[in-house]
């Protein structure tokens, strides 16, 4: 019903930046929450950043000041912007929304994850 395809993963060094995005396909008729999470090796997928469709913005502790989450609604387009990357911010990264889909389906959708992976 909704596809989710992150990109933007990659290399970066300790400093540096990296940009996700995440594109929502499929017949969707309204996203509302959508969010970034991360799963580090050994540990717990967490929660990074979520954005409402209104442009309320939830930041975990760690990347408050250095990651800005947005959208771009008539796109259904995720972004995460990653500034002052640390070796700790090594993850898979995940994007998450919240859809409704006609007639009156819907739920909570994820996509396949795209690895960052900060140096030092």
């Known amino acids: 019903q909704v596809q989710l395809v992150e990109s933007g993963g990659g290399l970066a060094q300790a400093g540096g930046s990296l940009r996700l995005s995440c594109a929502a396909s499929?017949?969707?008729?309204?996203?509302?929450?959508m969010g970034w999470y991360r799963q580090a090796p050994g540990k717990q997928r967490e929660l990074v950043a979520t954005?409402?469709?209104?442009?309320?913005?939830y930041y975990q502790d760690s990347v408050k000041g250095r990651f800005t989450i947005s959208r771009d609604n008539a796109k259904n387009t995720l972004y995460l912007q990653m500034n002052s990357l640390k070796p700790e911010d090594t993850a898979v990264y995940y994007c998450?929304?919240?859809?409704?889909?006609?007639?009156?389906?819907?739920?909570?959708?994820w996509g396949q994850g795209t690895q960052v992976t900060v140096s030092s």
């Open positions: 998450n929304a919240d859809a409704s889909v006609p007639p009156s389906g819907g739920g909570n959708y």
């Open positions: 499929g017949r969707i008729f309204y996203i509302n929450r």
């Open positions: 954005i409402t469709s209104g442009g309320s913005t």
